[in-house]
């Protein structure tokens, strides 16, 4: 990342969250975020447990709609439509439909391999097998996984290793190509070398969707964002470029996070 | 007691205490020595516990088990004389040597039909509501504390609803159809419970990974809660089942007959459209109906038959029960999270 860093005005917007509050019932898990997402780019949400992370990332996907008792204030706005997602006019089925998420433990449906990845494509009411074969095969391989399961495709997805099985997640995710990715703490119940490859993949998948991930880790968030926000307790504490934020953060509260001397 | 000398053997080398300066340094050696005797003791007394509750535990289940065993096999004794071919194939009898229980079982069998038709569809239908759809307010915990207390109210209360609303209201009569609908009712909390829970054992982490996918509820429904849940469903229908086959009280109230001595139509007809739906309209018997009423005998040869059909009614709640632990190995094996 030595190049110089363009300017953030001419950097094309995927989307923008706008005076955002979010309740859980009484409890404000979230105060008055503004945050851009610049597309095809890696922007990752650091901070310490319970800081609002999560609930953020969820709100993107109205994620919060299937629990009572949740909600949201503001706006987060989609480009180039400009549409509200949080808006209630706006169904959150069409929301799932254009942004897809990869959960902290990875979920495989107790499916074959093909029909976990199919299943996106399924509910869009895609059944020609021909589709769904090619569609299949190019999320499992941009998912770095095609080659080692397109003999096995017909397999139970439970008898993949836990790095598989997330990487099954996110071909899942990709299968229906999907203007941003979510991914909540996607490597957390991993080990290191499938937390490697993921990574890995997060920096490739750039090329192709915008991404926005939740992490524990700040050496992931380091690695793999072009962007990083660092929240606490509900709110937007600092937002830059990952390298700004880590080598010279403005806030003297992000460089206590940073450098571990708090949470 | 072989094991100690090793035990000790592995606490700190002496020398890593005995640095503290003082020469009498096995102090602390010693120390820990009684300590473990005292920890010994401590795990001793606990352990004599775990004995005392197992051998309760044991007494307990083989207390059970043997009672069951004792009626099983003195049924299967006293009856074993009438346990032929013909017994299946005989309709009751005013001799006792003649009388059979085809009028019996084929009614039983109908019944349940009638009650797994009606049972299931509903059960699972408002379970999977109660689950999925029902907005969590005091309504819905209202709807749900009755369940629960449905599934205990008394089957002879439910034969009583029955008699006034399948037989006088609805004009039913004392049919097939009538046992049918009473039984689906008692066995439906049953199911709606067993619906529930197995619907309740799916991870949330599953569920939101299909509705992050865009799925409607009802397309996770229909492609994986029911899928995922139908072991257990299966399993909680075939325990209400074989509930129910042994119901007596509430046929009973809806007025079966004891004695009868001919077969329902058969659903199966030689004309178009080769289905027919009289026998639901049929006078009928059941199992448990015909045991009562050979017991009610004097004459002990009746007795012989009430003890082999007893016989055969249980074999079929075992059979059902057997049924219900292969369909959930079955499930299970191809389901984890």
Same mark, same amino acid.
């Given at each position: 990342m030595a190049e110089p860093k363009p300017d953030l005005d001419t950097l094309p917007l995927k989307a923008q969250a706008s005076a955002l509050d979010f309740y859980y019932g009484d409890f404000q898990a979230l105060k008055k975020i503004d945050m851009p997402i610049y597309e095809k780019r890696v922007t990752a949400l650091i901070g310490?447990?319970?800081?609002g992370k999560s609930t953020f990332l969820r709100c993107f996907n109205r994620m919060h709609d299937l629990y009572p008792g949740n909600r949201y204030v503001g706006e987060i706005s989609l480009h180039p439509d400009n549409v509200n997602l949080l808006d209630k006019s706006v169904d959150p089925i069409e929301v799932r439909m254009r942004l897809s998420m990869v959960f902290q433990k990875p979920n495989p449906f107790p499916k074959t391999i093909f029909e976990n990845v199919a299943y996106g494509l399924r509910v869009r009411g895609v059944n020609r097998r021909a589709i769904l074969e090619e569609k299949v095969e190019e999320a499992l391989r941009a998912a770095a996984l095609w080659n080692e399961v397109k003999d096995r495709l017909q397999d139970m997805a439970f008898n993949l290793s836990g790095g598989q099985q997330q990487r099954l997640c996110i071909a899942r995710a990709l299968a229906t190509e999907p203007e941003i990715l979510l991914f909540d703490e996607p490597t957390s119940a991993l080990d290191p070398i499938a937390t490697a490859s993921i990574e890995e993949l997060i920096t490739e998948l750039k090329q192709r969707v915008t991404i926005l991930i939740v992490t524990h880790n700040m050496q992931q968030a380091a690695r793999v964002s072009d962007f990083t926000a660092y929240m606490y307790i509900g709110e937007l504490v600092e937002f830059g470029w990952t390298d700004d934020i880590f080598i010279k953060p403005k806030n003297p509260q992000t460089e206590a996070y940073i450098t571990g001397r708090f949470g | 007691m072989k094991q100690s000398p090793r035990s000790l053997r592995s606490l700190p080398p002496r020398g890593h205490v005995s640095t503290f300066g003082r020469p009498g340094g096995t102090d602390m050696a010693r120390m820990a020595r009684k300590d473990i005797g005292e920890i010994r003791g401590i795990i001793a007394r606990a352990k004599r516990l775990d004995v005392i509750f197992g051998v309760a535990g044991l007494l307990a289940l083989g207390l059970g088990l043997l009672t069951f065993a004792t009626l099983f096999v003195d049924m299967a004794l006293d009856g074993y004389s009438r346990l032929t071919p013909d017994f299946f194939t005989e309709f009751p009898s005013r001799r006792a040597e003649r009388a059979g229980i085809l009028s019996a079982w084929v009614g039983t069998t109908l019944v349940m039909l009638v009650t797994a038709c009606v049972a299931v569809p509903l059960g699972v239908a408002a379970g999977i509501y109660l689950e999925e759809?029902?907005?969590?307010n005091w309504v819905t915990d209202i709807i749900e504390i009755n369940i629960a207390n449905l599934a205990g109210v008394p089957s002879i209360i439910y034969g009583l609803l029955a008699l006034g609303l399948f037989v006088y209201e609805f004009s039913l009569g004392q049919s097939i159809l009538t046992a049918g609908l009473t039984l689906a009712l008692l066995i439906l909390p049953v199911v709606i419970v067993a619906t529930r829970e197995a619907i309740r054992s799916i991870p949330s982490h599953i569920r939101e990974g299909a509705y992050a996918l865009g799925a409607t509820k009802w397309q996770v429904v229909q492609h994986h809660i029911l899928p995922y849940s139908m072991g257990g469903i299966m399993t909680g229908v075939i325990i209400g089942m074989a509930r129910a086959i042994g119901e007596t009280a509430p046929i009973i109230t809806i007025g079966a007959l004891t004695f009868i001595a001919f077969l329902p139509?058969?659903?199966?007809?030689?004309? *178009?459209? *080769?289905?027919? *739906?009289?026998w639901l309209q049929s006078p009928f018997t059941v199992m448990p109906i015909q045991i009562f009423n050979w017991t009610s005998r004097p004459d002990p040869n009746f007795h012989a038959n009430a003890a082999a059909a007893g016989f055969v009614l249980v074999l079929m709640t075992l059979t059902m029960n057997g049924l219900a632990i292969w369909l959930r190995y079955r499930i299970r094996r191809n389901i984890k999270w």
């Open positions: 310490p447990s319970g800081c | 759809y029902a907005p969590r139509a058969s659903p199966v007809t030689g004309t *178009f459209p *080769f289905l027919s *739906f009289e």
